[in-house]
């Protein structure tokens, strides 16, 4: 069975400075994996994807992701983080049958401090 | 193009109190999620649906948990009687086939308290 650990309950940064979010999965094939974002009181909103490909994905709001199969990691980066970034993330895995439910991480809160 | 709506977005209710959600999926997605996000974790699935058919109720709770896909398109999540451990988001999801590559789309959720 899959599994996502992120590392990190809760991240504070300064607005302008750079971010990246830990998350390490557990899946004995290739996995599919995504970011969320999950602003207060609204649902799940999809940052990016990674299915197959070139290994840096690159996402909405100027986010990015890198899959690292030798250290099973998929680590959210933005180069300059915005007030309205603050928020919880999540990282998920689905499995290649599609149409499958998606493993979550418990997420990462992110503050942003001026 | 619409997304996934959810009804309601709040609900308080004292417990043994019955409790049912709603869930309009995009329109087209034969595939619907409800999932579970207690405070502080990543959503939870509970079912899965292709078309009228739960496909994945491993992880409802049957003995107060139910759930129906009536003609495939909008499902209904109930529970009776709510127990206090039952306060949490239920989300709802939908998705669809492109190909090899899927995405879900996600509701934004029922907020439950049950005091």
């Known amino acids: 069975a899959q599994s996502v650990t992120q590392p990190d309950i809760h991240i504070t940064v300064s607005e302008g400075a750079s971010l990246e979010l830990r998350c390490n999965y557990s899946?004995?094939?290739?996995?599919?994996l995504f970011w969320y974002v999950q602003s207060p009181g609204q649902g799940l909103q999809l940052l990016l994807k990674y299915f197959s490909g070139d290994t840096l994905v690159q996402g909405i709001k100027g986010f990015e992701a890198e899959f690292k199969r030798s250290q099973s990691s998929f680590n959210l980066r933005k180069p300059s983080v915005h007030w309205s970034d603050a928020a919880e993330y999540f990282c998920a895995v689905g499995v290649l049958s599609g149409n499958t439910p998606l493993v979550f991480g418990k997420g990462t809160r992110l503050s942003v401090i001026a | 193009e619409a997304g996934v709506v959810q009804s309601p977005r709040y609900k308080i209710i004292e417990k043994k109190q019955p409790v049912a959600f709603w869930c309009n999926p995009i329109s087209g997605h034969n595939t619907l999620y409800w999932y579970r996000q207690n405070l502080g974790q990543g959503p939870e699935l509970l079912i899965r649906y292709e078309n009228e058919e739960a496909v994945d109720d491993s992880q409802l709770p049957k003995d107060r948990f139910s759930a129906e896909r009536l003609k495939g398109v909008d499902s209904t999540l109930k529970i009776q009687p709510a127990e206090l451990g039952d306060s949490a988001v239920y989300l709802c999801a939908s998705s669809s086939h492109r190909g090899r590559e899927y995405e879900q789309f996600f509701g934004p959720g029922t907020r439950l308290t049950v005091l």
């Open positions: 899946y004995g094939a290739t996995p599919y």
